[in-house]
T-cell receptor
Framework: NAGVTQTPKFQVLKTGQSMTLQCAQDMNHEYMSWYRQDPGMGLRLIHYSVGAGITDQGEVPNGYNVSRSTTEDFPLRLLSAAPSQTSVYFC??????????????FGDGTRLSIL | GQQVMQIPQYQHVQEGEDFTTYCNSSTTLSNIQWYKQRPGGHPVFLIQLVKSGEVKKQKRLTFQFGEAKKNSSLHITATQTTDVGTYFCAGPLPTDSWGKLQFGAGTQVVVTP
């Protein structure tokens, strides 16, 4: 079972460049989300989706866009990279939409550096 | 808004010793989840607590949910080097029907042989 697959694993960008972080899951999960992890700050929610065609903002959405055209895929786009977006990005999925009472499955992460 | 806080932020433990890490929420939680992240890895789900006062054990790990459902603890006995990592608690935002999780900042555990 692949679970949640993120690509790339590492990326270095220059300020102002754009890129897309890919996330795919093969568990038919309705709920998918993107987090960023910075030292001492835990995991902060960027955007989430409760199904194909439905997305919403999380805690720190500025500078990021998402779309959900299929159940499996949930890409995260950096529009114009800034050094403050240097972080480790995790994609996660879980089985149900409501209640938050299902465990989240995380991908291996993308380590992104913005110069 | 809801705040989920974890203490301590860092925990240095001698191998074989016990320790406890705590998670406190500013609001009542419907449930709380615990995750472990090994160095360089991704968070992995450990357990979920739902009932007031609930206690669950996984080998040397004991998880507890407070009576008021506003705090939780993770107690590890006879710490081993395999326990190294960061432990996160997470609770769903109370006003959010989709159950978005808010994570604590984590307790980073270092084990000295």
């Amino acid at each position: 079972n692949a679970g949640v697959t993120q690509t790339p694993k590492f990326q270095v960008l220059k300020t102002g460049q754009s890129m897309t972080l890919q996330c795919a899951q093969d568990m038919n999960h309705e709920y998918m989300s993107w987090y960023r992890q910075d030292p001492g700050m835990g995991l902060r929610l960027i955007h989430y989706s409760v199904g194909a065609g439905i997305t919403d903002q999380g805690e720190v959405p500025n500078g990021y866009n998402v779309s959900r055209s299929t159940t499996e895929d949930f890409p995260l786009r950096l529009l114009s990279a800034a050094p403050s977006q240097t972080s480790v990005y995790f994609c996660a999925s879980r089985q149900t939409m409501t209640g938050g009472n299902q465990p989240q499955h995380f991908g291996d992460g993308t380590r992104l550096s913005i110069l | 808004g809801q705040q989920v806080m974890q203490i301590p932020q860092y925990q240095h433990v001698q191998e074989g010793e016990d320790f406890t890490t705590y998670c406190n929420s500013s609001t009542t939680l419907s449930n709380i989840q615990w995750y472990k992240q090994r160095p360089g890895g991704h968070p992995v789900f450990l357990i979920q607590l739902v009932k007031s006062g609930e206690v669950k054990k996984q080998k040397r790990l004991t998880f507890q949910f407070g009576e008021a459902k506003k705090n939780s603890s993770l107690h590890i006995t006879a710490t081993q080097t395999t326990d190294v990592g960061t432990y996160f608690c997470a609770g769903p935002l109370p006003t959010d029907s989709w159950g978005k999780l808010q994570f604590g900042a984590g307790t980073q555990v270092v084990v000295t042989p």
